[in-house]
């Protein structure tokens, strides 16, 4: 099954070899805490993917097709930490509001 997202990097020639979940908003504070949570090898895979990108934006160069990710390869490594934090927030706020 294809995300969104790959299907408009397809339409749009998208070539920048960044995973679907690196157009999550970063601003909320739930995904930076979440980006917190992250593992070191996943941490270091995503500052890759992200030098990467804008390599090839700074030098105006897709990436070449032989190095974009594979749709099996977008796996969604951001997701449950955000779930686990929304649902730690919840959960604070439940505890809150107990008299």
Same mark, same amino acid.
């Given at each position: 099954m294809m995300t969104c997202v790959r299907v408009l990097c397809l339409v749009r020639g998208c070539s920048t070899c960044l995973d679907w979940i690196h157009v999550e908003v970063e601003e909320s504070p739930e995904v930076q805490r979440a980006i917190g949570r992250l593992t +070191?090898?996943?941490?270091y895979d995503r500052s890759y993917r992200f030098k990467i990108a804008s390599n090839c934006d700074l030098h105006h160069k897709?990436? +070449?097709k032989e190095q974009w990710s594979k749709p099996e390869d977008d796996k969604r490594y951001l997701q449950p930490h955000i779930l686990n934090v929304l649902k730690e927030e919840e959960e604070r706020l439940t505890w809150d509001t107990i008299d």
């Open positions: +070191p090898r996943e941490t897709p990436l +070449p």
